[in-house]
């Protein structure tokens, strides 16, 4: 049985149907890295439910870490500033990072991420995104290798995806019906 929510949550994608696509693109990164080890960086907070099905079905010895960052828009990339809130914990030089993101919307976060990783010298650096939602996009030049799903211009909660730090938990990614409208009645 499901628990009251606060809000109409319509289901865009089941469990299984979300375990099915992270089982493929576990499958086609065990393939591209074969012989190799991969350095998973998990992108908190949102990403933390994708990283660790993804993590399962990649077949290669693997180290598991995980980073929080925040954007500051355009800000952001002016500054050249990274805005770490959480760092790895070890060097990565010459390792191959697969970036495991939750959902690529307006494009800073990733940007801004990635060209911090690129100043560490990896050997390779992956982008595998759950979700994208293209039409949001501000920033262009992001090249991303995985994606799980593209969705619309709606907003997404579950599967680690939050509203106001709520619906984390739900198994499901759903769409959040009026989400503007109840900003601020959650607690
Ligand atoms: P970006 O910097 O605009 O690409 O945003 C990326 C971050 O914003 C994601 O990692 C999410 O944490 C959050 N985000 C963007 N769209 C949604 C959504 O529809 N639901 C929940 N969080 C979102
Ligand atoms: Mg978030």
């Known amino acids: 049985m499901e628990y009251q929510k606060k809000h ?69 990339k002016s500054s050249g500033k990274p805005c770490i809130r959480k760092d790895l914990d070890c060097p990565v030089e010459g390792e191959n990072l697969i970036v495991v993101e939750d959902i690529l ?11 911090l990783l690129r100043e560490r010298n990896p050997k390779t650096l992956t982008v595998c995104t759950l979700l994208d939602k293209p039409d949001r996009r501000e920033v262009t030049d992001i090249t991303v290798d995985y994606t799980g799903f593209v969705v619309p211009d709606k907003f997404i909660v579950g599967y680690g995806l ?24 959650l607690h």
Do not use: W
Not at 105 to 115: E, P, R, V
Not at 164 to 178: A, C, H, M, S, V
């Open 8 to 76: 109409k949550i319509s289901v865009y994608l089941t469990e299984e149907q979300i375990r099915q696509r992270t089982a493929e693109i576990g499958k086609s990164i065990t393939d591209k890295f074969q012989g190799e080890s991969v350095y998973l960086i998990c992108v908190l907070k949102g990403a933390v439910f994708f990283a660790a099905e993804l993590a399962k079905q990649i077949e290669l010895p693997m180290t598991l870490d995980f980073m929080s960052v925040s954007s500051y828009g355009s800000a952001t």
């Open 105 to 115: 919307d307006s494009g800073h976060t990733l940007s801004c991420l990635l060209a």
């Open 162 to 185: 939050d509203f106001d730090q709520r619906y984390r938990n739900l198994p499901y990614i759903g769409f959040l019906e009026d989400a503007d409208e109840n900003k601020g009645e």
